[in-house]
């Protein structure tokens, strides 16, 4: 499970540390590659291969005469790309996807419980503006949680 956000920087080649916090856990696990794709919002999601084969399941259940499910997988699956660590940490961001998310330099990993999402720091500071302001509103649009 990934939670937290972590402040990060894209060195010159596209590489990101992944944050120590979630390497340790990932290290425990035994996972080493990650699926990378376009987000929501202009962010990139970041899977494990677990869930990653979770989602490409359910995608695939998507019916094909539906132009909102057939747009929307292409365009999640033609951006996607498999990354290992490297010994250090790091993953390499295809360049495609460094542009989706307009990502130059500084960026913000946030965990959100099966996936972590990269931001370019000031997307990622205009969202909380705009969304923060509505934190209660959207959380009483959400299914009962037991807050």
Known sequence: MFYGEFRHSIDNKGRLIIPAKYRETLRENYIDKFFITRGLEHCLF?????EWNLLVTKLKEQPLTKAGAR???RLFLSG???VECD???RIMLPQ???EWARIKKDIVVVGVLSRFEIWDEESWRTFERERGNNYEEIAEQLIDVGL
Request: proline share 6%; net charge positive.
């Open 87 to 89: 010994k250090q940490g």
């Open 71 to 73: 747009g929307f997988t």
């Open 96 to 98: 495609n996807l460094l």
């Open 46 to 50: 970041v899977f494990t291969p677990r």
């Open 80 to 82: 996607a790309c498999e």
